[in-house]
């Protein structure tokens, strides 16, 4: 099974694709798709879907995991972002790929065993499920890694 994870963001958006191999999580391919703050969104959002098309095209994952959103107070971001979620989910439809959504909480939980960890044990626990001699960075290609990892220990169940 190869999942796309995703970390849905309007200006830095994390992507992570792994191989599930006998149990065992491999890292295929991971980065972000950037998008400068003064384009418009329309050519952001143009920008991010013609990106993941490609990465899906490249690496053929099977399986989607992307972050649901969480925001409890500022309501453009959670705006410009929900607009890169739809896009992300639509390219996944238009590839066949199997989606699954994940809370905030529930990548914690399945990454680290608790549902109030910060970005640093996030980051560890994914660079000790994946091997890996150093932490993904940025922050956003972790959480995507951290979302197909949920996905990976929630195909075993």
């Known amino acids: 099974m190869r999942i796309l994870g995703i970390d849905p963001g309007t200006g830095i958006l994390g992507f992570g694709v792994i191989d599930v191999q006998k149990g065992k999580p491999v890292l295929v391919d991971a980065g972000v798709i950037r998008t400068p703050a003064h384009e418009d969104d329309v ?17 053929q994952p099977t399986h989607m995991a992307v972050e649901k959103l969480f925001f409890a107070r500022n309501v453009t971001t959670a705006m410009t972002v929900a607009q890169a979620r739809g896009v992300v989910l639509l390219c996944g439809s238009q590839n066949s790929l199997e989606i699954a959504e994940y809370t905030p909480l529930q990548i914690k939980m399945a990454i680290t065993g608790y549902g109030r960890a910060d970005k640093k044990q996030i980051q560890e626990m994914v660079r000790i499920h ?7 960075k940025p922050d956003d290609c972790a959480d995507a890694l951290a979302a197909a990892l949920t996905h990976a220990q929630s195909r075993k169940i």
Request: charged fraction near 20%; hydrophobic fraction near 40%; glycine fraction near 4%.
């Open 43 to 59: 050519v952001r959002l143009q920008t991010i879907y013609d990106e993941l098309t490609d990465i899906i095209t490249q690496t």
């Open 130 to 136: 994946l091997g890996l001699t150093e932490v993904p």
